[in-house]
């Protein structure tokens, strides 16, 4: 079966530990242990497969106990993949914490992941596909190859600059279409693009931006589209003629570990579904990470199809209400404010 989304990327076997709250150096708690798929690459392949793409997951992994998990979770969950094996290498691991407010802390060893090659892609199948979904969690040479054999195509391309790295080339991104940073991204690239010549901007600058503001250091990046993931605030979609801010859903929160791949696989899933509506694919996508974060894990709390359109039609939208539980909020694109491009046109914050 032809592919409509290809993702070229990691897996990742998590090594997750919860605890009440995060260890402080020197210190040991007492937790409780999961292990499971993860990887951001292999994590986004799962939310848009899972959630009704034709989805072609490209990845490499080692010989060993991990990969063949892998491989039965592919197998189990009907999602295609294709496995490039790397005997001298250990497939790629993750030391994760979750402490009982759901916020995670994260090492990942990349293992066989950083020994994906340029030989080890199938460009019929990126050729041939409707979109392509990147990461830097794999090796980089790669990942530019397998954009620039998208490019060449015609196929829309999508990276997601995670986890953002010192050895990454901004010239990458001269063949993105789609760029889908979170806060920490974000402002990394201003700071390495220099935009508004900007090389010291912050978070909580961010945090304290209008979207108008927001939007002029989108169009710094020299990329068509750039959506913003801003956690509990939702996304901000940023293209050449304007913005649009779209809020989150209000869900009780388990673990946001992989809250960020569920909203590049979601996206992806409602880019295709939707013909290429970048703001009905973002509202997708926002709706696939809430669900994901009311339960544990990150491939195997990826909601279904059937999943996601049940919650669109009875979720609650807006502020979550006074003393309520903290919560992930988003909405659906005839909900979302229109932001226009110029602070004359109304920008709130």
Known sequence: MKPDVVVVGSYVQDLTWDCAAFPQPGETVIGTFRTGPGGK???QAVAAGRAGARTLFIGAVGRDAFAGEAKRFYAENGIAARWIVKPDRATGTAGILVSASGQNEIIVALGANAALARADLDRRAIAGAKLLVVQLE??????????CVAREAGVTTLLNPAPMRRDFDVRILRHVDILVPNETEFVALVNRLK????TDFTEAELAALIPAEVQRLCRGLGVETVIVTLGQRGCLVSRVGGAELIPAHRVEVVDTTGAGDAFVGGFAAGWVRSGGDVVAAAAHGNAVAALSVTKPGTAPSMPSEREVAAFLKTTEFGPPAAGAPRTSRSRSPRR??????????GGAN
């Not at 979302?336 to 046109?345: E, K, L, P, T």
């Open 41 to 43: 690459g292999s994590n």
């Open 138 to 147: 794999s090796n980089l040479a790669t990942t530019a190859a397998a954009l």
């Open 195 to 198: 935009v508004d010549g900007r």
């Open 336 to 345: 979302a404010r229109n932001i226009a491009a110029s602070r004359r046109r």
